[in-house]
């Protein structure tokens, strides 16, 4: 049985997280498109992926010439971006570290679908905005989940992206990447 149609029952007996990882996104495909189609956003910087799940933000940053690391707690998500990035050719550093409340040498943090619960989106603004603070430019995908700031963001564009109506509410959707700027 695929991962994705265990129950939590099965799940647990198989000692199997939720596999978040296993799916693109909607936000992580625009974020993925973007950077493949505006490379010049990326190339030459540090890029750091938050939630990288199967690594499709990060590995469309490395073929746009930055360099990735991408940071999932999930270990099987470290596990499937290593292999989607060697499978891709491009190298991407996979780790299951958590950066959220860190501080790092990186130029740009990217962040995919991570406002779908209120604790983890207050978490993850409050993070967020204290990099913008230190100069660090924020990236985030999004199809306007509820918990998506509604302040403080800017537009860049916005995809229709494939999804499965298995675990989305269609089977297309429009998704947008946003800048963070200054409240």
């Known amino acids: 049985m695929a991962i994705w149609q265990m129950n939590d029952e099965e799940r647990s007996a198989a000692g199997v997280p939720l596999p978040y990882w296993a799916f693109a996104w909607a936000g992580g495909q625009a974020l993925a498109r973007y950077l493949l189609d505006h490379p010049e956003t990326v190339a030459g910087r540090k890029l750091l992926d938050v939630g990288a799940g199967s690594g499709l933000e990060a590995i469309a940053g490395a073929m746009a010439g930055a360099t990735v690391i991408a940071a999932d707690t999930d270990p099987f998500a470290v596990a499937a971006t290593e292999m989607n990035a060697k499978l891709n050719n491009v190298s991407v550093h996979a780790t299951p570290d958590d950066p959220v409340g860190q501080s790092g040498d990186w130029d740009l943090v990217m962040v995919g679908d991570l406002f779908f619960e209120q604790p983890l989106a207050k978490q993850m603004e409050a993070w967020l905005r204290g990099l913008l603070a230190a100069g660090v430019e924020v990236l985030i995908g999004d199809p306007k989940r509820t918990y ?17 109506s298995a675990l989305e509410d269609s089977d297309l959707r429009n998704a947008s990447v946003w800048r963070m700027v200054d409240l």
Request: aromatic share 6%.
């Open 148 to 164: 998506l700031p509604r302040e403080g963001l800017e537009k860049i564009t916005t995809y229709a992206v494939p999804t499965t």
